[in-house]
């Protein structure tokens, strides 16, 4: 069973950074790909950045050039940098681990959150 716990949320003003991290079980985090979520309004769970374990990341158009996803292995936790913030990245940020990308958010593990709040 694979468990994850974020943490790093918290009040900013816009333009302000945030660092979250999820902890997650022993070597969840060199064998899974994993992301991180937020629920959008009317569009349901958004993925806003992925990492694979072979990798790769990949970010949603609105948080690239801002926000940056990494692994430490040896830590077994899952870090998401967030440069710049805007109020509209105001949300409840969810870590995700999966077999594969393509699973992130579908199937696999969901942890059960961290909010952040950006004010203008």
């Known amino acids: 069973q694979v468990q994850l716990v974020e943490s790093g949320g918290g009040s900013v003003q816009a333009g302000g950074s945030l660092r979250l991290s999820c902890a997650a079980s022993?070597?969840?985090?060199?064998?899974?790909?994993m992301g991180w979520f937020r629920q959008v309004p009317g569009k349901g769970r958004e993925g806003v950045a992925a990492?694979?374990?072979?990798?790769?990341?990949l970010y949603v158009d609105s948080v690239k050039g801002r926000f940056t996803i990494s692994r430490d292995t040896a830590k077994n936790t899952l870090y998401l940098q967030m440069n710049s913030l805007k109020p509209e990245d105001t949300n409840m940020y969810h870590c995700?681990?999966?077999?594969?990308?393509?699973?992130?958010?579908?199937?696999?593990?969901w942890g059960q959150g961290t909010q952040v709040t950006v004010s203008s």
């Open positions: 990492s694979t374990n072979g990798g790769s990341t």
């Open positions: 995700a681990a999966a077999y594969t990308c393509a699973r992130l958010g579908v199937a696999g593990y």
């Open positions: 022993a070597h969840t985090v060199e064998n899974y790909a």
